[in-house]
């Protein structure tokens, strides 16, 4: 869990370099529970994006889909739905795109951060994260605030 926070602060913080992948592969060898293999691969498909190197996306992507048909949080799902969309949106996939746009606007009651941005308003207790294009999740909410 440490691994994956640790992460996801420092890609809010503006650093992608090679330390922050090192700790997202420690963090999944120990990884047990969908929710935390989502948000591992959240975190490496948003760390690709930012490293120009979508050529290596497609195994990230399988792999997402592949969770949120296991995990039963519609936040993380909605969340993980949302970068898939924004990945297919960066290539030039529309029709793609909007269907994970789609799913994620369906579940997006669940995730205040996604309907944020689908519906361009601030919400003081995520502003930190909506001057963002993708989402990332922590594995444990209050975390942010101890950590960062």
């Not at 090679?18 to 990884?31: G, K, V």
């Not at 990230?60 to 909605?78: C, G, H, N």
Request: charged fraction near 25%; include cysteine.
């Amino acid at each position: 869990m440490f691994l994956v926070n640790k992460a996801v602060i420092s890609m809010h913080m503006g650093i992608f370099d090679d330390s922050i992948w090192n700790f997202l592969d420690i963090a999944e060898m120990s990884a047990r529970v969908s929710y935390d293999k989502l948000a591992i691969q959240i975190c490496k498909l948003v760390w690709l994006i930012e490293n120009d190197n979508c050529n290596n996306c497609e195994p990230i992507l399988q792999k997402i889909l592949e969770y949120t048909d296991l995990e039963p949080d519609k936040a993380i799902v909605s969340a993980a739905y949302y970068d898939v969309y924004y990945y297919y949106s960066l290539n030039g996939q529309k029709e793609i795109a909007d269907k994970y746009k789609m799913q994620a606007q369906e579940l997006e009651e669940w995730c205040p951060i996604v309907k944020a941005k689908f519906h361009n308003y601030i919400d003081k207790e995520y502003a930190f994260v909506l001057n963002k294009k993708w989402v990332l999740f922590y594995l444990e909410y209050w975390t942010y605030d101890l950590l960062y």
